[in-house]
């Protein structure tokens, strides 16, 4: 059965410092991984999917299929990335199966 | 583009009743996904539709049914409620893709009393 896992429910940082926040995934097929984030008040919105390799608002997430991961990475984090972070697994014909998320807060 | 819309946006209903949700997808979006997010089991999904078929179907009793027009808005309704069913209910809209990026609305809040 496909499963996503988000080990830790909040991270706390420091303004300027790295971030990794991890996702873990279960999926005997070809996985297809998403990060959405959703500010306060705002709805859910996609970030970045792993098939684009690209990097938004500087972050980044890499695909590493022999640990079933797709941690998302920023260098220097800033106060604006404070937000919920949820990493997704596409399982076929939009049927996203969700991590628990995690509660990223950056302090100044 | 306006983006996708949920109505009504809060609901109070009591056990046993029946209810139904509307999603007004993004204009052009075929495709319409339901999700139910709580605080204990967080996002699920529950099936999605795509040119008035459903497609996909989740983990979810036959109390919840869902069903799409021929302009892909979508309603689901949930009959019988139960107090497990207070939840926030999303939808999201894509374009038919093999990657597409799902957009979702701000969501539906019921509470069962």
């Known amino acids: 059965a496909q499963r996503v896992t988000q080990p830790e429910k909040l991270l706390s940082v420091f303004k300027g410092a790295p971030v990794e926040l991890k996702c873990n995934y279960s999926y005997s097929g070809s996985p297809e991984l998403f990060w959405y984030v959703q500010y306060s008040r705002q709805r859910l919105q996609l970030l970045l999917r792993h098939i684009s390799r690209e990097s938004i608002k500087g972050f980044t997430a890499d695909l590493n299929k022999g640990e079933t991961s797709f941690h998302l990475k920023k260098p220097f984090a800033q106060e604006e990335d404070s937000a919920m972070y949820y990493c997704a697994l596409n399982t076929g014909r939009r049927a996203l199966t969700f991590g628990s998320g995690t509660r990223l807060q950056v302090q100044p | 583009k306006a983006g996708v819309t949920q109505t009504p946006r809060y609901l109070i209903k009591t056990r046993g009743q029946q209810v139904t949700l509307s999603c007004s997808p993004i204009?052009?979006?075929?495709?319409v996904s339901w999700y139910q997010q709580t605080p204990g089991q967080g996002l699920q999904f529950l099936f999605e539709y795509f040119s008035e078929t459903q497609r996909n179907k989740g983990n979810f009793p036959g109390r919840f049914s869902g069903r799409q027009f021929s302009n892909s808005r979508s309603e689901m309704n949930v009959s019988t409620l139960e107090l497990g069913d207070s939840a926030l209910y999303l939808c999201?809209?894509?374009?038919?893709?093999?990657?597409?990026?799902?957009?979702f609305g701000p969501g539906t809040r019921l509470t069962v009393l």
């Open positions: 999201a809209s894509s374009s038919d893709g093999l990657f597409n990026e799902q957009f």
């Open positions: 204009s052009g979006h075929r495709s």
